[in-house]
Protein backbone atom coordinates (compact mmCIF):
# COMPACT_ATOMS: atom_id res chain seq x y z
CA UNK A 1 0.00 0.00 0.00
CA UNK A 2 1.11 3.57 -0.54
CA UNK A 3 0.16 5.93 1.73
CA UNK A 4 -0.39 9.69 0.86
CA UNK A 5 -0.51 12.80 2.52
CA UNK A 6 -4.09 12.89 3.72
CA UNK A 7 -3.53 9.04 5.05
CA UNK A 8 -5.59 7.35 3.05
CA UNK A 9 -4.33 4.13 1.60
CA UNK A 10 -3.87 3.25 -2.01
CA UNK A 11 -3.29 -0.59 -3.60
CA UNK A 12 -0.27 -0.53 -5.26
CA UNK A 13 -1.92 -2.77 -8.35
CA UNK A 14 -4.00 0.85 -9.09
CA UNK A 15 -0.51 1.76 -9.67
CA UNK A 16 1.25 -0.81 -11.16
CA UNK A 17 -1.79 -0.79 -13.75
CA UNK A 18 -1.68 2.74 -14.02
CA UNK A 19 1.58 3.08 -15.09
CA UNK A 20 1.19 -0.06 -17.37
CA UNK A 21 -1.53 2.21 -18.99
CA UNK A 22 0.60 5.07 -19.42
CA UNK A 23 3.29 3.06 -20.88
CA UNK A 24 1.20 1.60 -23.72
CA UNK A 25 0.19 5.18 -24.45
CA UNK A 26 3.43 6.51 -24.55
CA UNK A 27 4.76 3.70 -26.97
CA UNK A 28 1.58 4.88 -29.12
CA UNK A 29 2.65 8.68 -28.82
CA UNK A 30 6.00 7.36 -29.95
CA UNK A 31 4.88 5.03 -32.94
CA UNK A 32 2.96 8.62 -34.34
CA UNK A 33 6.19 10.26 -33.71
CA UNK A 34 7.94 7.42 -35.99
CA UNK A 35 5.60 7.37 -38.51
CA UNK A 36 5.21 11.07 -39.11
CA UNK A 37 9.31 11.57 -39.39
CA UNK A 38 9.58 8.04 -41.68
CA UNK A 39 6.28 8.60 -43.67
CA UNK A 40 8.24 8.79 -46.95
CA UNK A 41 10.81 5.97 -45.89
CA UNK A 42 7.59 3.33 -44.98
CA UNK A 43 5.99 4.65 -48.95
CA UNK A 44 9.23 3.47 -50.23
CA UNK A 45 9.65 0.14 -48.14
CA UNK A 46 5.83 -0.47 -49.81
CA UNK A 47 4.23 -0.71 -46.16
CA UNK A 48 0.70 -2.24 -46.24
CA UNK A 49 -0.75 0.63 -44.92
CA UNK A 50 -0.95 4.43 -45.33
CA UNK A 51 1.71 6.15 -42.68
CA UNK A 52 0.09 8.99 -41.42
CA UNK A 53 -3.11 7.08 -41.06
CA UNK A 54 -1.27 4.91 -38.71
CA UNK A 55 0.19 8.13 -36.60
CA UNK A 56 -3.37 9.65 -36.66
CA UNK A 57 -4.52 6.75 -34.93
CA UNK A 58 -1.58 6.12 -32.78
CA UNK A 59 -1.78 10.12 -31.61
CA UNK A 60 -5.03 9.47 -31.05
CA UNK A 61 -5.04 6.60 -28.75
CA UNK A 62 -1.38 7.67 -27.25
CA UNK A 63 -2.92 10.76 -25.87
CA UNK A 64 -6.19 8.54 -24.80
CA UNK A 65 -4.30 6.07 -22.74
CA UNK A 66 -2.04 8.82 -21.18
CA UNK A 67 -4.85 10.71 -19.91
CA UNK A 68 -6.83 7.99 -18.59
CA UNK A 69 -3.59 6.21 -17.12
CA UNK A 70 -3.23 9.38 -14.98
CA UNK A 71 -6.63 9.02 -14.00
CA UNK A 72 -6.57 6.08 -12.73
CA UNK A 73 -3.37 6.49 -10.97
CA UNK A 74 -5.56 10.04 -9.32
CA UNK A 75 -8.28 8.14 -8.73
CA UNK A 76 -10.59 10.37 -10.26
CA UNK A 77 -14.18 8.61 -11.00
CA UNK A 78 -14.30 9.13 -15.14
CA UNK A 79 -11.18 7.38 -15.76
CA UNK A 80 -12.73 4.22 -13.56
CA UNK A 81 -15.92 4.48 -15.63
CA UNK A 82 -13.96 5.03 -19.25
CA UNK A 83 -10.91 2.75 -18.80
CA UNK A 84 -12.54 -0.53 -19.61
CA UNK A 85 -14.23 0.55 -22.50
CA UNK A 86 -11.23 2.41 -23.77
CA UNK A 87 -8.79 -0.26 -23.54
CA UNK A 88 -11.68 -2.91 -25.31
CA UNK A 89 -11.65 -0.70 -28.01
CA UNK A 90 -8.38 -0.23 -28.18
CA UNK A 91 -7.79 -4.15 -28.15
CA UNK A 92 -10.44 -4.49 -30.85
CA UNK A 93 -8.93 -1.30 -32.81
CA UNK A 94 -5.55 -3.05 -32.84
CA UNK A 95 -7.12 -6.90 -34.14
CA UNK A 96 -8.99 -5.40 -36.54
CA UNK A 97 -5.91 -2.94 -37.99
CA UNK A 98 -3.52 -5.91 -37.83
CA UNK A 99 -6.56 -8.25 -39.70
CA UNK A 100 -6.52 -5.54 -42.25
CA UNK A 101 -3.38 -4.51 -43.28
CA UNK A 102 -1.76 -8.10 -42.76
CA UNK A 103 0.16 -9.26 -45.74
CA UNK A 104 3.11 -11.96 -44.23
CA UNK A 105 1.99 -15.52 -42.82
CA UNK A 106 4.08 -14.55 -39.15
CA UNK A 107 1.29 -11.53 -38.85
CA UNK A 108 -1.34 -13.68 -39.67
CA UNK A 109 0.06 -15.79 -36.63
CA UNK A 110 -0.34 -12.42 -34.15
CA UNK A 111 -3.85 -11.89 -34.63
CA UNK A 112 -4.86 -14.66 -32.34
CA UNK A 113 -2.11 -14.03 -29.81
CA UNK A 114 -2.90 -10.10 -29.38
CA UNK A 115 -6.77 -10.70 -29.23
CA UNK A 116 -5.70 -12.70 -26.33
CA UNK A 117 -3.87 -9.79 -25.06
CA UNK A 118 -6.42 -7.75 -25.91
CA UNK A 119 -8.90 -9.71 -23.93
CA UNK A 120 -6.30 -10.23 -20.85
CA UNK A 121 -5.92 -6.56 -20.39
CA UNK A 122 -9.44 -5.91 -20.12
CA UNK A 123 -10.39 -8.93 -17.82
CA UNK A 124 -7.10 -7.86 -15.40
CA UNK A 125 -8.77 -3.79 -15.59
CA UNK A 126 -11.65 -5.18 -14.39
CA UNK A 127 -10.30 -7.30 -11.80
CA UNK A 128 -7.87 -4.34 -10.18
CA UNK A 129 -11.46 -1.89 -10.52
CA UNK A 130 -13.46 -4.31 -8.45
CA UNK A 131 -10.56 -5.91 -6.58
CA UNK A 132 -11.38 -4.51 -2.48
CA UNK A 133 -7.90 -4.64 -0.24
Known amino acids: MIHTPSGTRRPWTLWFFSLIIML ?3 YN ?4 LDHVGRAGEYRDLGVSYPPLLRAGFALGWGMTLLAVGIGLARRRRWARRWILIVLSNYGA ?3 LWLTVYTESDY ?3 RIGFMAALAAGLVLAAAWILRWRR
Do not use: E, P
Open 24 to 26: IGL
Open 29 to 32: LLLA
Open 107 to 109: SRG
Open 93 to 95: FSV
